[in-house]
Each structure stands twice: as C-alpha cells, then as structure tokens.
C-alpha cells in the first residue's frame, strides 16, 4: 500500500518547532489572509503570468490555482477552499464571449451567481469574488486582486480587534 | 377544463382495468394493518388508498434508472413525488415514455417519526384533520404546491369535499375514459387553493453551527434525497471527506480537528448541488436520527437559488435546469 512514512522524531520536532515560534508564525498567519483563485488557465492565469514578467506585485496571499476554464470549478472546490481554511476565494475566467470553449464562462457566471446568492444567505457574501480578466489585462488582475485581498484583511483586522 | 367526478370505488376499479394488461404496474398507496404506505400494484389493486397521512419517503427515490421496457408504469403519487420524478427526467434518469404520473391533492402529512394515533386513515376525514398546520410537519405546513396539477393527470378535491380526476395530457386521457360517468364541467374553485411565497431565507454560520452540531455524519440525508441522484458521489474517497491514514495525515498537516469534520463541507456542497432541483419534500429531515432540521435549510436555500433565474423544480418538462443552460445577457450584477 501506498502509505506516506513519516518518523516519528520528525513529527514531534514539527510541534516542537510550532510551539516554540508558535507565537510569532500565528500572528503573521492572523493578521495577513489567504485567497484561494480559480483561475482559467486561457485568461487569467496567463494575465498573471504577464503581471509576473512585467514585475508587478500582488499579495503572496493569494494562491492562484490552474484550471483549463473556469466553468470547470464545481463550487464544491469553492466552498471547500473556504472552509479548510482559506479566508476568501475568486473564480476568474475569459470576459462573456471570450471564452476559448465557446460558452464556458457563460455556465460559470450562472454557476458562481447562484453560490453567492448562497453565500449571502449564509451571511458570508464577502467571501467569494468572481472576475472577469483577459490574457492582456495584466494591470487589472492585480488591482482586482488586491483590492480583494486588502478588504478581507481589514474586516479580518477588525474582528480580531473586536 | 373536463374532468370526472369520483364515487366511492372509482378509481379502485379503473386502476383493476388498467392493471388488467400483464405489463401494467401502478405505484401508489396501500391501507395495511398499521397504516398506509407504498406500494407497487401488479395484477390487482386491494385496500387502495388515495392518500396517505404519513410521509415515510419520497416514492421518486425508487424510479431512478427506471427505463421500463414495455411496461407502463402509472404513479398515484403526491404532487411532490410528481416533481421530483419531472426533474429526474430531466437529469436523464428515468425514461418518461412508458410512465403515467397523476398528482393527487395533498392536504399534507404526518412525520412517521412522531407515533401519532389520533391520525384517521379515512380519505374524507383526513382534510378535515390537516386543517390546522400545526398538524402536519414543518416541510407540509410550508410547502406552497399541495395542487396535484403536475404530470398527466390530476385528482384534486373541490370545496365540498368531491373527488375529480382531470386529464392534462394525451396520455391521462386513457386513464379518464376508465373510470365511469360522463366528464363533467370541473369546479373553478378548489379546496387546496395557491399559497403566498414565504420570505427570503436568512441565517449566519453560528446558527448552522447550532443546528449541525447534532449531525453524526450518516449520510442518510443524502441516500433519502429523490434528486441527489449521483451513483459516484463527490463525497466517496478521500478528497472531500478523509478516513483513515488520509485523515490522519491531514490533521498532522492541518491540527487538531472536531470529529465528525466535514459537516459544513458536506451539507453546503450538498445543499447546492441540489439547490436547482430540490422540491422541498423533506424526505432528508425524515431521515435524520438526530432531528436535524434540514428542510429549512435545504428548501431556504433552493427558493432563493431558484428564484434567481425564474425557475421552479419540477413545475414543467420544458424548464431545463438553470445550471445546464444560460442567456448571453444576464447577471451582470453576479461580477466584481
């Protein structure tokens, strides 16, 4: 079978190592977010790419991940993100029209509407975002993006506080 | 609109003439000893029930992958279990050809949970008894489409209390020149009449948390579910819901967990997965052990979805699911 084998020695001196710089590592953890981003691997993943290479900078919060469109992101991936710990998610595709398959995104935007219309019944309608950015829109991928990531860290901030 | 007025053993005999043929089956509701349940009839039908007081399960659970060869199959169903077999077809999961689904007027249900004895077993006596709401369970006090106006066929109960079957389609005509007597003018006005819409349905994590925090993750919500209709669910293996060694190494990675984990990751994937084709039965409430109230969520939620895009589960054959199907010009607000 094919069980990952861990020593043990190593096990423990990981919690070792947590609960020493447990303090520092947490706040830095608290006080900066981390985004989940679906992003269509035709649009937005190649506007990061060009964001990347023309070295603009986005928050490393944010953890873009590939896929081939963006209908192709069941929001059960979204609500997963969500609750194993990511602090807020977007799901980024081709403008309406554009889209390399023809009609994906068209399902997307359906799809996605209707989980934030569920998300606002369950009172988190901050948490999900969905962008439109093209292959050439590299300035708008990082202003969406931050923008994003700035709002939920300070609503984030303000709960702590409080 | 015709239709025929029912007496008192009617329709027990139409459905004996129907059931005449050797491939004929009927799926409806059985009187026995300790009260009434499903039941599939074949050759003859004996202690016939119209309605049935208590819910149990939702009758659509047994169709799936029903794709009868030559059989005819007829449903004597609440317009509930009509819905959900209507968006069954329309998930390709059962073939409509050789099915002929009459609604019958629900005046609602008792949970079987709940032993409650002072519940008459009688047709006539039964609206009587679900006059009050706070007889029936939650999902029937809140259902707003107890009309049986779905399918091929209706019966349905006029003020004074008569029984009228109505043909809507080619093939509930057969079925109405069964049953004896002339068609008639059907009354304008009947006793289930339609209900308002109730308010947008509104909640926070906390309140979820508070009601979940019973939930032992069963699963028997979802095996009840008439539309959660998937044979390879997203929750068997170990990418949604670990066991084992896979969950071991996800808390070595992620730290100490709640057990049962999981329990928002699988009600709000579920409840949106069936958001479009939910009919609000509350078949998963009645199979809850821990009395969990799933149906105000599942139905609060799937009305607000639903109401997005003017849709209605179950209401026609010719509404797709808003999921598989999209304008060009639409939801501009959904985009940030």
């Not at chain 1, 035709?42 to 506007?47: E, G, M, S, V």
């Not at chain 2, 308010?199 to 309140?207: R, S």
């Not at chain 2, 948390?209 to 959660?228: L, Y």
Request: glycine residues 8%; proline residues 5%.
């Amino acid at each position: 079978m094919n069980v990952p084998v861990t020593p043990q020695v190593e096990r423990t001196s990981h919690v070792l190592r947590l609960q020493e710089g447990g303090n520092m590592a947490e706040e830095t953890k608290n006080k900066n977010p981390e985004i989940v981003g679906f992003a269509c691997s035709f649009c937005t993943f190649k506007a990061s790419e060009m964001a990347g290479s023309l070295r603009m900078k986005y928050p490393e919060g944010v953890k873009l991940i590939q896929v081939p469109c963006s209908s192709r992101v069941d929001p059960a991936f979204v609500i997963k993100a969500i609750f194993e710990g990511a602090d807020g998610a977007f799901v980024a595709g081709c403008h309406p029209g554009d889209c390399h398959f023809i009609k994906g995104n068209y399902f997307t935007r359906r799809k996605i509407a209707a989980l934030k219309e569920m998300f606002d019944a369950f009172s988190m309608k901050e948490k999900l975002k969905l962008f439109w950015v093209s292959a050439a829109e590299a300035r708008r991928f990082v202003e969406k993006v931050t923008d994003m990531y700035n709002e939920i860290k300070e609503r984030k901030n303000e709960r702590e506080k409080a | 609109m015709k239709g025929k007025k029912l007496k008192p053993g009617h329709i027990e005999n139409a459905l004996n003439q129907f059931l005449k043929e050797e491939q004929h089956l009927v799926l409806g509701f059985q009187k026995g000893e300790n009260g009434v349940s499903h039941q599939i009839f074949k050759g003859s039908i004996d202690h016939y029930s119209l309605l049935n007081p208590t819910f149990g399960a939702n009758a659509a659970l047994y169709l799936r992958r029903l794709f009868s060869k030559g059989s005819q199959v007829m449903l004597m169903l609440r317009p509930c279990e009509i819905r959900a077999y209507v968006e069954l077809h329309k998930l390709t999961q059962i073939e409509r050809e050789d099915i002929i689904a009459v609604s019958i007027d629900c005046p609602g249900t008792v949970s079987s949970k709940e032993k409650k004895d002072d519940v008459p077993t009688e047709v006539d006596q039964l609206t009587e008894y679900f006059k009050n709401p706070d007889s029936m369970r939650w999902a029937c006090s809140v259902c707003s489409e107890k009309r049986g106006v779905l399918g091929d066929a209706g019966i349905r109960i006029d003020k004074a209390g008569n029984f009228w079957i109505i043909p809507y389609t080619e093939k509930g005509e057969p079925l109405l020149s069964l049953v004896e007597g002339e068609p008639e003018e059907v009354p304008a006005e009947m006793l289930m009449g339609e209900t308002k819409k109730a308010e947008k349905f509104q909640v926070d994590m906390a309140t979820f948390d508070k009601d979940f925090e019973k939930c032992i993750m069963c699963m028997n919500c979802r095996d009840m579910c008439p539309v959660c209709y998937c044979i390879d669910c997203v929750f068997h293996g170990d990418e949604y819901l670990p066991k084992g060694d896979a969950l071991l190494n996800k808390i070595f990675r992620t730290g100490s967990t709640k057990m049962p984990q999981g329990k928002e990751l699988f009600h709000l994937i579920r409840m949106y997965h069936v958001s479009q084709t939910c009919v609000g039965c509350g078949a998963c409430e009645e199979a809850c052990p821990q009395g969990i109230p799933l149906t105000k969520y599942f139905k609060g939620i799937s009305e607000r979805l639903q109401g997005m895009f003017a849709y209605m589960s179950g209401r026609s054959f010719d509404e797709p699911i808003p999921y598989i199907t999209f304008l060009e010009d639409e939801l501009k607000e959904a985009e940030d």
